[in-house]
């Protein structure tokens, strides 16, 4: 079920194909733009990376054809203060500048592969490759940059805003028509165990989260019922906890980390809309869990953990993205804790309550508390 069912050929077949080139491409850091010293994997302060966030940055969206920024005051991060002190600033700015020539270089690519002309939207985290108008363009650029900004500011940290848009680069098509052609491309290009056990099925519907060419399409009509940039930001926000924890995170975390980032820019959750328009909440998913909660009538946070993807029922979207929520905003350095842990093959159970310091039940105590008493 396009970027849902991807799970395990996400964990097994990705990281033995493109391996090297992707995942250098995908994470920050890297070391073919400069010689910095390595970061230190036990900085509190940056976690490892290096480098942590501007927090005062103006957000940066970028359409092919129009002038370029200025590299120097486009830049949305900085050394770590604590283990990179001394290095050279430059190497930050060649590297952005970089980042955007290998981006633009991809759009051409894809031109070439399609043979249709595409626009190339570039932020700090993501490049979108489109047959989208420019105004469309804008809205979904504006919406990667304020889910990746929101991300960065509640942790202060880069390692849930992994992508740069040289090797994250989501291609977003218009009408049924271009999915199914470009379906053709990508299967004269990779194999069918590439392109992964639910490429067939992934026909029909609207988005298929393929590790080295993500892909989505929305119409006139979809577009009535949801914002054109609910996919991208879906995608691209599960793409960030995906890297965090190098694919190993459970699928509720997953989930609910998408949904929470298209909480986050659009108020509402209307990228389920893709499955049943008539079954899915379309309404603020943290007002229905508080509804859910309220009522019991929500899942035993040690069952929802453990649940399959085809054990889901409706309310199981709006639960996790609230698990997701309170976690993230309640105790962010704690959530990156977790995260960390599972990078590091913890399993997910007690990874949580050795981050949290909390046994399951009463880190289920505490979001219905939290999640009553937010508003």
Same mark, same amino acid.
């Given at each position: ?6 799970? $395990?050929?996400?964990?097994? $077949? ?11 491409? !995908? ?23 290096? %480098? ?28 770590? *203060? ?16 970089? $980042? ?23 932020? %700090? ?13 804008r809205v ?14 509640? &942790? ?7 992508? %740069? ?54 119409? *006139?009509?979809? &577009?009535? &019922? ?63 869990? %508080? ?10 946070? !040690?069952?929802?953990?453990?649940r399959e ?17 309170f976690l ?15 990078? !590091?093959?913890?399993?997910? &159970? ?8 909390? *046994? ?16």
């Amino acid at each position: 079920m396009s970027f849902r069912s991807q799970q $395990s050929f996400e964990r097994v $077949s990705r990281r033995s194909f493109l391996a090297a080139t992707i995942v250098a491409a !995908n994470c920050t850091g890297s070391s073919a733009r400069g010689a910095v010293e390595p970061a230190d994997p036990d900085c509190r302060r940056c976690g490892g990376v290096g %480098r942590v966030p501007l927090l005062d940055y103006k957000p940066l969206v970028w359409l092919k054809g129009t002038p370029l920024p200025k590299w120097e005051t486009a830049i949305g991060e900085q050394y770590c *203060p604590v283990c990179q002190v001394g290095a050279d600033s430059r190497v930050l700015v060649a590297e952005l500048k970089a $980042s955007f020539d290998g981006a633009v270089a991809a759009n051409k690519e894809w031109e070439e592969r399609t043979g249709w002309k595409l626009a190339c939207v570039v932020t %700090r985290h993501a490049a979108i490759h489109t047959q989208l108008n420019t105004a469309q363009c804008r809205v979904v650029g504006s919406a990667l940059e304020t889910c990746l900004t929101h991300i960065k500011r509640v &942790t202060g940290s880069l390692l849930l805003a992994r992508t %740069r848009p040289e090797g994250y680069g989501l291609v977003f098509l218009w009408e049924k028509t271009s999915w199914e052609s470009f379906r053709k491309v990508l299967e004269s290009q990779y194999s069918l165990e590439q392109l992964g056990p639910s490429w067939t099925s992934a026909r029909e519907y609207n988005a298929y989260d393929h590790f080295a060419a993500p892909h989505l399409y929305e119409t *006139p009509q979809t &577009t009535k &019922t949801r914002p054109p940039s609910c996919g991208a930001v879906f995608m691209t926000a599960r793409r960030q906890i995906e890297l965090a924890a190098d694919w190993r995170a459970p699928y509720w975390l997953a989930e609910g980390f998408a949904a929470y980032g298209d909480n986050v820019v659009h108020k509402l959750n209307r990228w389920y809309t893709v499955y049943s328009p008539r079954q899915i909440p379309v309404a603020d998913w943290l007002v229905e869990a %508080r509804k859910l909660a309220g009522d019991n009538k929500h899942q035993p946070w !040690n069952k929802m953990v453990q649940r399959e993807m085809r054990d889901w029922e409706t309310n199981d979207n709006v639960q996790t993205m609230s698990m997701v929520a309170f976690l993230f905003e309640a105790e962010p350095a704690k959530f990156l804790n977790y995260v960390n842990r599972l990078r !590091n093959r913890e399993e997910q &159970t007690p990874a949580l309550e050795e981050a949290y310091e909390a *046994p399951l039940d009463q880190l289920e105590q505490r979001w219905k508390k939290w999640i009553a008493a937010r508003r």
